[in-house]
């Protein structure tokens, strides 16, 4: 082309006509247009790209197309620049398959990359191993840190579409030639590719059948175990990958947390074991929970589940539920149900199932050595527990009301707590069965209760209704002459039921010479009642005296506390009335006769010649005279009659005087023989003024119903026979 300008330029000196001006203008167009594509052509020689696959991805018609599973469904017709591009790189031609990559990776559109990728995966599928080396390559570069290196989810332009194909697919010559170069790279020990492989595998729906899935790794032989491949699970068992939950994890250490299938029998019997991968720890000891001694031993060893508590502190947020525990190593596992709320409901159930490092824990924090200290420290549920009152090594089951402090406290101490009894009796819950009634049951039974015992000890009783079904007896009096006081102490219960019981003191026997013989006076009451006392409240107690018996010269004096005196000697009988029996009273609020709040009345004393006395006020039986017989007995409040030409009994709002019985007095012939009156709330009348004489009358009984209630009597005998008697319970 020099020379033709040359030519042209000499030509030039001698001018031009129009025609030769045109014809030279034609000629050079002409010249330009055909050395175009050899310019074109040498550029292309000087950079690499392949014209093919670059007029292919600039027009983005290489017609290939995909089905839902990622399968090509089309492709470029034959003689075509996109047809040329996918057999130039399938048969691994450096230009074409470098312009294909250089345009994939570095694409100036979309459009162009999303080209380059098709033609890429259309050469790797009909075994273009540069091709499939691109995608390989695109895993290993990717610069994540987690599986999901080379999915690229939507457009099946990755490995992880040729690893979701069946393994004996052999259409796919991209397939063949990836899962050979695969197993190389993971038998070298590349790990992202061997993580994706995993990755894919666990995700198959196929695993038996899957490309993924059939690659040696540790984390596929254990999926195709799951999966029931026998064959799988021999190699896994002998290569260590899945005795245990513990093992796999040492294996895969991305396995995820679900089923597997373990062989620490062999692989003959895999063992369904649900497996926590979270870690290490996690994994050992929800293996453990099937029983699997690599599991256990791992777990034991590192001091993971030895006791409830142990577990709760390796393993914050591990759930609630039965667990086995090594607590005697893994030899003797020990199931037990652990809340695992926090370290204290840990350490309280697993010491339920006597698990000693537990009890130790509980001990040692003051959280389960009573039902009150269980209850502080853990609100529940009513139900038997095992506490520490004498140390960790020695629990003792226990049945805890945990509703409220005074259930824990009183169902503690009933089961010989100390620690319970004490907080009971500090707390004023279980002194006695009116407390447990008040704070915490009306219902009966047995309970134990620390009045008496103090604080570190106790006294099982039968309570009903808030009262002991036996009276605890807490005071007695017998006849002293003068008045007798009892402080309720400090430390008893205020408004607690006690039960007093008196008796009235016998009348005295009649004395009669010309008979030779005695008659008998008769005896005091009996009555009893209930009172409602607080702590230092005093009461004084007046114990009846017995009347004296009638002498030779003299009537016998009259008992203490209001017995009147029998009359004396006289005439030719020379016979002496017995005195009347005293009453035996309690008083409130003060000591005289006002006060009193509970009577027995004493019984009337015989008269001197053959009449015997009547009965005190609270059924006090009647004296005998061998005359005129037996007096009348006393009714409950009534004093009974004297016999004979007897002396009236007092009624319980009249009598002979406010306390006091009547002395016997003369007879119509100057002589003295009658008994005297019994004393009682009122007293009874003596006998008549007769020679004949006559027995005294007994007092009356009575109650204060401003404090007394559960009133009554009966016959009985006096404890102090024949003085009166007094005695106070604890209801």
Not at 76 to 88: D, H, M, R, S, W
Not at 358 to 380: E, K
Not at 689 to 710: E, K, L, T
Request: aromatic residues 12%; charged residues 10%.
């Amino acid at each position: 082309m020099r020379d033709l300008c040359q030519l042209y330029v000499k030509e030039s000196h001698k001018g031009f006509s129009l025609i030769e001006a045109l014809i030279l203008m034609l000629i050079l167009s002409t010249i330009i247009a055909a050395s175009t594509p050899i310019m074109t052509g040498m550029s292309s020689s000087l950079t690499g790209t392949d014209k093919n696959s670059l007029d292919c991805i600039n027009s983005s018609a290489s017609n290939i197309t995909f089905n839902s599973a990622g399968k090509i469904t089309s492709m470029p017709a034959t003689g075509t620049k996109c047809f040329g591009a996918v057999t130039g790189c399938q048969n691994n031609q450096s230009k074409v398959c470098n312009t294909l990559v250089w345009q994939a990776e570095r694409g100036k559109t979309l459009a162009r990359i999303a080209a380059a990728k098709k033609i890429l995966r259309a050469a790797c599928d009909q075994g273009g191993e540069t091709a499939c080396d691109w995608f390989i390559k695109q895993c290993l570069q990717n610069p994540g840190s987690s599986p999901n290196y080379c999915d690229n989810t939507d457009d099946f332009m990755d490995i992880t579409y040729y690893l979701s194909l069946d393994k004996t697919d052999t259409t796919n010559l991209g397939r063949n030639y990836l899962a050979d170069e695969l197993e190389e790279m993971i038998d070298r020990g590349i790990i992202k590719i061997s993580n994706e492989v995993n990755k894919d595998c666990v995700n198959s729906t196929t695993p038996l059948t899957s490309t993924s899935c059939s690659l040696p790794t540790a984390s596929n032989l254990i999926i195709l175990c799951n999966s029931g491949d026998a064959n799988a699970c021999t190699i896994a068992y002998n290569n260590s990958y899945n005795r245990s939950c513990n093992q796999v994890k040492t294996s895969w250490s991305e396995s995820p947390s679900g089923t597997y299938k373990l062989t620490p029998n062999g692989a003959a019997s895999p063992v369904t074991t649900n497996c926590n991968m979270t870690s290490y720890m996690t994994a050992s000891v929800s293996g453990c929970n099937y029983a699997n001694p690599g599991d256990c031993a791992y777990a034991y060893n590192n001091s993971y589940n030895r006791s409830c508590n142990q577990l709760k502190s390796v393993w914050p947020t591990v759930p609630s539920g039965s667990y086995y525990l090594t607590p005697n190593g893994t030899s003797s596992l020990v199931s037990a149900s652990c809340d695992m709320t926090s370290l204290v409901t840990a350490s309280i159930t697993g010491c339920n199932y006597g698990v000693s490092g537990d009890c130790t824990y509980a001990y040692n924090n003051s959280y389960n050595r009573g039902c009150n200290q269980l209850r502080s420290v853990w609100s529940s549920t009513p139900g038997t527990y095992k506490l520490t009152p004498n140390g960790a090594s020695s629990p003792v089951s226990t049945y805890c009301n945990l509703a409220n402090n005074p259930g824990a406290a009183i169902t503690g101490c009933n089961a010989g707590n100390t620690y319970d009894c004490s907080y009971g009796y500090n707390n004023n819950y279980n002194k006695t069965c009116r407390q447990i009634y008040n704070t915490y049951t009306s219902g009966s039974g047995t309970y134990s209760i620390t009045l008496f015992e103090g604080p570190s000890s106790y006294r099982q009783v039968s309570c009903s209704s808030g009262y002991m079904s036996s009276p605890i007896l807490i005071g007695n009096w017998g006849y002293a002459g003068g008045q007798q006081t009892w402080t309720i102490p400090s430390n008893y219960p205020s408004g607690q039921p006690y039960r007093i019981e008196v008796w009235g003191a016998r009348g005295g026997y009649g004395y009669c010479v010309s008979y030779g013989s005695m008659s008998y006076g008769g005896y005091g009451g009996y009555v009893y009642g209930d009172i409602n006392l607080n702590p230092g409240t005093l009461l004084y107690i007046f114990v009846g005296g017995v009347g004296s018996n009638g002498q030779y010269y003299y009537g016998g004096s009259g008992g203490y506390n209001g017995g009147g005196r029998g009359a004396g000697v006289g005439g030719y009988y020379y016979a002496s009335g017995g005195g009347g029996g005293g009453a035996t009273d309690v008083r409130l609020y003060g000591n005289s006769f006002s006060n009193r709040i509970i009577v027995a009345g004493g019984g009337g004393g015989a008269d001197g010649y053959c009449s015997g006395g009547g009965g005190g006020g609270g059924y006090g039986s009647a004296g005998y005279g061998y005359c005129y017989g037996y007096g009348t007995n006393g009714g409950l409040l009534n004093g009974g009659n004297g016999a004979g030409y007897p002396g009236a009994g007092a009624a319980v709002s009249s009598g002979y005087s406010f306390g006091i019985g009547q002395q016997g007095g003369l007879s119509w012939g100057g002589e003295y023989c009658a008994g005297g009156g019994g004393g009682g709330y009122y007293g009874g009348w003596a006998g008549s003024n007769s020679c004949w004489g006559g027995g005294g009358g007994g007092g009356s009984a009575y109650y204060n119903s401003s404090y007394v209630y559960n009133f009554s009597g009966t016959s009985s005998t006096s404890p102090g026979n024949p003085y009166g008697y007094a005695r106070i319970w604890l209801r």
